[in-house]
């Protein structure tokens, strides 16, 4: 089974940006959905962005336009570049099969605070 871990987390000012990385213990290409999901303290976990092996897209509308998803299938890696980051964004984030509620990886936090 695919062990995900995820990094590139920190505090970062309102504005600005981190780039998530999550590297998965074997190989992602055989996975046709990829993705990251989010949880802020007192609330649920949820998908924000997923990516396709055959590179299609999908975020969520809080995120569109400042988060990009990418996937690296060759070094089984996962990347989520977050721009204009906001306060509301502070959040655990994991990767994982789009859709998939198991088999989650330890996370990276992200703080956004000025």
């Known amino acids: 089974q695919v062990q995900f871990v995820e990094s590139g987390g920190g505090l970062v000012q309102p504005g600005g940006s981190l780039r998530l990385s999550c590297t998965a213990s074997t190989g992602i290409s055989s996975i046709d959905l990829i993705a990251w999901a989010r949880q802020a303290p007192g609330k649920q976990r949820e998908f924000i962005a997923r990516?396709?092996?055959?590179?299609?897209?999908l975020y969520i509308e809080s995120v569109k336009g400042r988060f990009t998803i990418s996937r690296d299938d060759a070094n089984n890696t996962l990347y989520l570049q977050m721009n204009n980051l906001k306060p509301e964004d502070t959040a655990t984030y994991y990767c994982?099969?789009?859709?998939?509620?198991?088999?989650w990886g330890q996370g990276t936090q992200v703080t956004v605070s000025s």
């Open positions: 990516a396709s092996k055959y590179g299609s897209t």
């Open positions: 994982n099969k789009y859709n998939s509620w198991t088999n």
